[in-house]
C-alpha cells in the first residue's frame, strides 16, 4: 500500500470539505439569499458531481478495466456492478441513518435519541461521503491529473453547498453563527470518505477501477435522490435546470482541460 497516495487522498478531500466552509460563509453578514438563488446553486453542485460521475470516474475506470482485462464484456460489467453497487451502499445508509430534510422533515430509521441538530448532520453526512470517497478513490489511484480536476469541480460545487446547508439551518430556526458552525463542520466528513476510497484502492490494483464506478455510483445516487428534487422543491425548475447545465459544463471544461495537461 503506498501511504503517500493515501495521505494524499485525505488531505485532497479535506480541502474540498474545507470549502464547505467558505461557501457558508456569507450567512454570517447580510440578507438571507432567495430560494430562487439557492436552488440554482444546489442545480449548479447538482451538475459538477454529475459531470464528474462519468468524465473523472466512470470514464477512467473503464479504460483501466480495458487495460487490465481487454476490450470484451469484462469492462462494461465491472462499471456497471460497480455503479449498482454504490448506489446500494448509499441508499443502505440512506434507510439505515435517522436524518432530517429541509422541507420533507424526518427520514431513514428513527431513533428518539437522535433528534434535532443531529438529525440534519446525518443527512448532510450521507450527502458528503460519496463526495469525499470520490476524491480520495482518485487520489488514491495515483491519476493526479484526473484527480486535480475532480477534486477542484468538487470543491467549487461544495462552496455553493455550504451556503445551501447554511440558509436551510437558519430556515428552520439556528442562530447565523450556529448555522455556520455546524455547516462547516460537515464538510469534515469529506476526508472521512477520502481515508476510505484512499485506503480502498491501494489494497490491490484489482480494486481500483471498482472503487472508481463505486464512487460514481454513489454520488449519482445522492444526485437523482437529494439534491434535484431539493432544487425542484420551490418551483424553481427552470432556475435549478440552468445551473446544473452550467455546473455541467464547468465541470467536463475543467477535466478536458486540466486531465490533459
Request: charged share 10%; glycine share 12%; net charge negative.
Amino acid at each position: 500500500m503506498s501511504h503517500n497516495l493515501v495521505l494524499l487522498a485525505v488531505f485532497a478531500s479535506f480541502i474540498t470539505g474545507a470549502l464547505t466552509a467558505a461557501g457558508a460563509v456569507p450567512i454570517l453578514f447580510g440578507k438571507k439569499p432567495s430560494e430562487a438563488f439557492n436552488d440554482t446553486l444546489l442545480g449548479f453542485a447538482a451538475g459538477v458531481m454529475l459531470a464528474a460521475s462519468f468524465f473523472s470516474l466512470i470514464v477512467p475506470s473503464i479504460d483501466i478495466s480495458t487495460e487490465m482485462y481487454g476490450p470484451g464484456p469484462w469492462p462494461a460489467a465491472i462499471a456497471v456492478a460497480g455503479i449498482l453497487l454504490g448506489a446500494v451502499a448509499i441508499g443502505a445508509l440512506h434507510k439505515l441513518l435517522p436524518h432530517e430534510h429541509f422541507v420533507t422533515g424526518t427520514d431513514g430509521h428513527q431513533n428518539a435519541k437522535v433528534a434535532g441538530v443531529w438529525l440534519f448532520v446525518f443527512a448532510i453526512a450521507i450527502h458528503n461521503f460519496p463526495e469525499g470517497l470520490a476524491v480520495g478513490v482518485a487520489y488514491g489511484s495515483g491519476q493526479q491529473e484526473t484527480a486535480f480536476s475532480l477534486a477542484l469541480g468538487i470543491g467549487l460545487q461544495n462552496i455553493p453547498e455550504g451556503l445551501a446547508v447554511a440558509v436551510g439551518l437558519l430556515a428552520v430556526g439556528y442562530s447565523r453563527l450556529k448555522a455556520f458552525v455546524i455547516a462547516a463542520l460537515t464538510g469534515l466528513i469529506e476526508p472521512i470518505g477520502g481515508l476510505f476510497g484512499g485506503v480502498f484502492v491501494n489494497l490491490s490494483e484489482v480494486l481500483l477501477p471498482w472503487g472508481l464506478v463505486f464512487a460514481a455510483g454513489a454520488m449519482l445516487f445522492v444526485i437523482s435522490h437529494e439534491i434535484i428534487p431539493e432544487t425542484h422543491r420551490h418551483g424553481h425548475h427552470t432556475r435549478a435546470t440552468s445551473g446544473l447545465m452550467i455546473g455541467l459544463v464547468v465541470m467536463l471544461f475543467l477535466d478536458v482541460w486540466l486531465g490533459a495537461t
